[in-house]
């Protein structure tokens, strides 16, 4: 069956290190990779907007790659800020047919930036 | 821009009664919008799809006569949860997004509380 996992609950780390978080995916062939950030009784947030035939996408302080050899998305913010944190979701988008475009979610990893 | 608004935040109702949630796309028109739920700690469960003027579709094992969504135009969509119990206590999060390879834009969410 198809299975999204964000292969760390909770990440820790001190301000102005990376923060680099992990999707990985089996038994999907997706037609694009998003993630998203959501603080505490809010909705997601769009962050960005990766393609299967895309390997990397950047903005500001973010980077998102994408292996579809490894069926691997990793998500770096640089330069962390106490305000970085929050929990972060990767969602995956069906290929083909009627779904196309449906999202299914990881669970998240929740990042915690320490001053 | 691609704002969704979501209304109302948080609602507290009593068993047995009808709570109607609204999803607006602000500055988009949004073909297709999605209802999730989420509980606390855990990721994003899709309820249905919604598209303008046709049936919602439902994921398996959500009870479309106990969640009605309504999709009457391409700006607004609304999900009225019927005769609800504590058990539907939940954050429902409604989304949307202006074609299949748009990036999906989420409201802030609503707590529903049933006492």
């Known amino acids: 069956s198809q299975k999204i996992e964000q292969n760390s609950e909770a990440l820790n780390i001190q301000e102005g290190k990376t923060a680099t978080l992990t999707c990985n995916y089996t038994n999907y062939s997706p037609a694009y990779l998003q993630w998203y950030r959501q603080d505490p009784g809010r909705g997601p947030v769009f962050l960005l907007l990766i393609r299967e035939n895309e390997k990397e996408k950047r903005k500001e302080r973010l980077k998102v790659t994408f292996d579809t050899t490894l069926k691997q998305s990793l998500f770096h913010i640089t330069a962390s800020q106490p305000a970085d944190s929050a929990t972060y979701l990767c969602a995956l988008a069906n290929a083909g047919g009627t779904s196309y475009g449906k999202l299914t979610f990881g669970q998240g990893t929740i990042l915690t930036v320490h001053p | 821009g691609a704002v969704v608004s979501q209304h109302p935040s948080w609602v507290i109702c009593k068993s047995g009664t009808s709570v109607k949630i609204e999803c607006r796309s602000l500055?988009?028109?949004?073909?297709?919008m999605f209802w999730y739920r989420q509980f606390p700690k855990q990721s994003l469960m899709l309820m249905a799809t919604?598209?303008?003027?046709?049936?919602?579709?439902?994921e398996q094992g959500v009870e479309k006569d106990k969640f009605l969504i309504n999709h009457a135009s391409l700006t607004l969509s609304t999900l009225t949860v019927t005769s609800a119990h504590p058990e539907d206590s939940s954050f429902y999060i409604c989304s949307a997004r202006s074609s299949s390879n748009s990036p999906l834009h989420f409201g802030n969410g609503t707590r529903l509380t049933v006492t």
């Open positions: 919604s598209n303008e003027g046709s049936k919602a579709t439902y």
């Open positions: 500055d988009f028109q949004a073909t297709t």
